[in-house]
């Protein structure tokens, strides 16, 4: 029984595997099976049934985001499928190891979605600096279009679909789905306001569905093995596997597919390889940079959206980064908030006019001129740029390493005032 | 209706709109940057939040941006939490923190919506102590200055020049705090309506570079309510004054005509006031010299003039009253029009169809309701471009049904515009060039006039047949003809635009169009928008007798018929050919002008009165729809100059003479109404055209003396040259300058009016003159057009430009700047068979008038489009066709340089 369906063809030392190779290992089943008979619906509905939740960051789930496209005569006929490819969420490598290890799976992920809401047109929007993945992808999408497996009528079904690969012109923000669009578009990565949803008005104002490229990677083994299977894969709540990645200053830094909740500990320990000799464990983000601190009294928590939630933080894209005892807490959370103050899109105020002071007073920290008022407007700003106060999530999202660092950090934030200077640093 | 709780109170609220809105509507406070009433909302300025409860349990709450939350019943929410009221200073502290504090040397102090948001959000000690951001500045051309440093960056400028006045050339730049707004390269601002950023953007981005050359603050400046007298839709303007002088024009706000925007002409044109050119003294000239008239024997010479052998010359740019005034000194008879025959003749039919209830003259509001226009040869932005603006609103009216079929609300300005991205409602275009409308335009198709007219009657014909068609040149636009019809005869509200720019046949079939609609509809009127090309054209047309053309007066003076003549206002070489003027000057015995600045036929007068200016006397015009409005006012003339009609008319009253004319003259009985009431004003107190803060009152004299003097009484209107009396509190309509408590900027508006985006409080949008009546009029017939063109013959168009066409702005030092030189336009085609390039002068055969060739790839092959330029070339001079040649010498003083065409052949393509 295949076990790690995301990344049984993945072998990092050989290219990835061509159409007939991945064929020849029960790739592009699931399209035969809808080629048999499987309408829309029944695939929306086993894609509910098997519980997927959105593998980006946020954890929608899946089947429910798809539901909200209108479908039927009166809905507009051209509908689009978009491939959040553009993966540059701190710490995060894992839809990079998808693409360039296994390309068909996406695509045939694709195929699937595009042909669940009828998007006859589907996007890959691609981080720029990917230039691996996008040569094997277009390489792939060749194969496939050769294959009949996209482009007029696939399989005798009647359902046409291309896709059209774009590679980014930068910038973090391309990642929320409606900058995504936007960018898409050709028009500056500003998020758009929701609702609309793009499911009901998204690129160029038609319905459109964004998944994340390991959300879509998962939908080929639910389609071939059956739900049953794929309900199998767990150890938690949450199904399916998941890939999980540990970066920082551990043994063996990488990124593993791994059944969704496990415990923490196991990751780090059998996969990561634990801490490097010398270091101790001081705290991790687990879901990547926009994630609350986790401290190791977490270690045993299970990796899942819920129980990861329970301790005031978030699996997000599963992939951690860590941070030890000789690395300076408050340095680690000055270099995220440079990276969010710069990659703030400059739309809604607090974001685009907070973020770079939170910056600035983290560069005063490191010059140790870091004051008591300066920790106050810190602490301030946690709630000012929180949840529901900005137009999208990325200041948010930045509030998260920032609001927790301050808290579980704070003797290290009062030292650097006390002492004007970083004791980290020799 | 809706009903929402807002602190404790319940309202009701109109559900459609937003909570913001809905507070404003209610007369509430409640900070905000980025949404503009007319712009909708956007949420990027997170100035508005407010807090939201679930139901009357929810004790928690939680923030929303008003501005982005629907006004929906039950909606309960608090201005006044205190957790709102710290985020909402949160917020203005983030704003501020680069903004440079330089409010006393800031052009926007005083009347900044930041400086007032600012304060209304608690926002009064500085914690950010870190290095600002700062910004570059760059050249926008000689209407608007730049100073980035003072951005907060609320997106307005570019929401409302890209998105909203369809300019292309200011965008945002960069991100996060280094968002910059601006042009890519430093240049002149194109868009014919820049000139609004000064008062959408909330602090001094943008500011008026015209008034900063005379700077003064707003609370320093005199001000009323003032009419633009710029072209004949009549926008409401607000002038301000100091020292005599005119500093500038702001919008004033009228529902029904201009809304909150102006154009760039009405803005920056209104130098010609202080120039120093302008006639100020009463002069008789005997034998070459010039002598100053007293008084009496002022008196005198009118007495002379007041004869049945005078003939008075009304004018299509001054007052009804002025017009009216000289009718009664000559006698209706001896009363003529002030416009070339041509366009009177055009004019005639303009007003005749007035009265047909086949049409309705629509509003520049209702123009924005239509949802599929025709525009007929008129070339609207150059025209009325007030109404250019309004057409791009129209063709959003697609978006706003496709917004509603998937329930999001229109003023979600993003998401509708995401929704509907280019789908339009249909906009056509059929004219002799391409235009500047034609970015939004469903269809297009330009060729020459008489096949343009061929065209209007088609289409005509193919909404109904009882309509007569007519023979074009070529069938190849069969198709998209009957498309238009077809689009017209869907729409709800459709709308046909023409006007007298081109000889009256355009608007005869523009008419037959909106007759067949009205026919297949039987409906009430169709909108016909005819264009008119002045601001009381349509005033003096309806004072003058329909047979008393312009070539009329002049040959009844060459027969010597009549002996003396008036002049009102006029330059009759631009209304004539020179050689009938100067034959009609030469025979006529005395010849009295009245005008404000000097023109050949002031040159040729025995008696030149000087005019007041618009902004120094009360006036009604009669706007291109039939609006009567009020213009007041705003300050004295300090030289000899005095209101036309006071020249004419030594004793009478203005409102005694505005109820003369109203029940003397036909078609004026509602004139009056535009008066204001006596009893609106509080213990018979006028309305201060000064504000209650308005410095140097004791001081502004003192270099000619020190004491005070004795304040300026006006006992011509309800309003008085002083800060004393009591600001119009009841009749709205007074309002020269909106000012409320906390709200010193031009957003204070909405607490004057009956909601955001309403009728002034009791007030009224000006008074429609046009009587209907209850039949609807015969079809016209299409013209038969038996000339053709010979070899080398050029059908003839006359073009227009915004900057130049109108004879007064033409001659304000910042118009002028964006002013070209008289122009021929010509396809390539044409050019090279007459082995011309680019900027070459040329000159047009049969007349000593050379111009320089404009060779655009949107015009018509065998067709020529002439711009006459500020008065250097005559209109009148030329008729159907004309030839142009190579002239050996070449000329060009302004040059092409600031033609803003989007067909313009590229010079090195074309030699």
Redesign the interface.
Known sequence: MVTKPLTKNIDMSRPPLDIAAYEANEGYRSLHAIAKGLNPEDVLQLVKDSGLKGRGGAGFPTGLKWSFVPMGENSPTQKYLVVNADEMEPGTFKDRLLMEGDPHLLIEGMIIAAYTIQASKAYIFLRGEYTVSEQVLRKAIKQAKEKGYLGKNILGTGFDLDIIMHTSAG?YICGEETALL?ALEGK?ANP??K??FPQ??GL??KPTIVNNVETICNLPGILSYGVDWYHGLTNGNDHGTKLFGVSGKVKTPGCWELPLGLPIRELLENYAGGMQDGLELRGFLPGGGSTDFMLPEHLDITLDYDEIAKVGSRLATGTMIILDDKTCPVGMVGNLMKFF??????????C??????VD??FR?FEGGRGTE?DLQ?LH?HVT?LGP????CALAPGATAPLGSGLKHFKEDFDRHVKDQRCSYKH | MAKIVIDGVTYEVNPNNNLLQECLSQGLDLPYFCWHPCMGSVGACRQCAVKQYRDEDDKDGMLVMACMTPASDGTIISIEDEGAKSFRSEVIESLMISHPHDCPVCEEGGECHLQDMTQMSGHNYRRYDKKKVTHRNQYLGPFISHEMNRCIACYRCVRYYDNYAGGTDLSVQASHHHVYFGRHEEGTLESEFSGNLVEVCPTGVFTDKVFSEHYSRKWDLQTAPSVCVGCSVGCNTAPGERYGSLRRIVNRYNSEVNGYFLCDRGRFGFDFVNSEERLLEPIQRKQGKAELLTAAQIEVSIQQFSSAETIGIGSPRASNESNFALRCLVGDDNFYAGCSDAEYESLGVILALAADAAFHSPSVREIEQADAVLILGEDVTNIAPRIALALRQSVRNKAKELADENRIPQWQDAAVRELAQHERSPLSILSPAVSRLDDVASERIIDSLPNLIAFGHQIANKISDSAATAVSASSEHDDTLALIAQQLLRAKRPLIIAGNSNGGELIKAAANIAKALQEKNDDAGIDLCLLVPEVNSLGMGMLVDPANKLGAALARLQDGDAKRLIVLENDLYRRATATEVDAALEKAEQILVLDQLPTRTTAKADIVLPATAFSEHEATYINYEGRAQLSFQVNKCQKMAKPSWRWLNAAEHIDDLVQRCCNEAKGFTKLSEVLPADNQFVAGMKVPRQSHRYSGRTAMIANINVHEPKQMVDDESIMSFSMEGVPSQKDSTILASSWAPKWNSNQSISKFQDEVNGELKQGHTGILMFEKSTSVGAYFEPPVNSLTAAEKQLHLAFGFQIFGSDELSARCKPIQARMTDAYVGISPEDAQSRNLVQGDTVTISGTDSNVTVCIRTGIKTGTALLYCGEGSLNPAEFSEFIEIEKCEKQSASLGMRNLILSDLQDEDKSS
């Open positions: 910038r936007n500056r758009r306001a609702p609309p009901v008005s160029w104002g103050a710069h990659e703030s899109c400059g739309f809604c105020t607090p685009r006019d907070g973020l770079p002071w600035e007073i005063e008022k407007v301030d000012y529901g106060r900005t137009f």
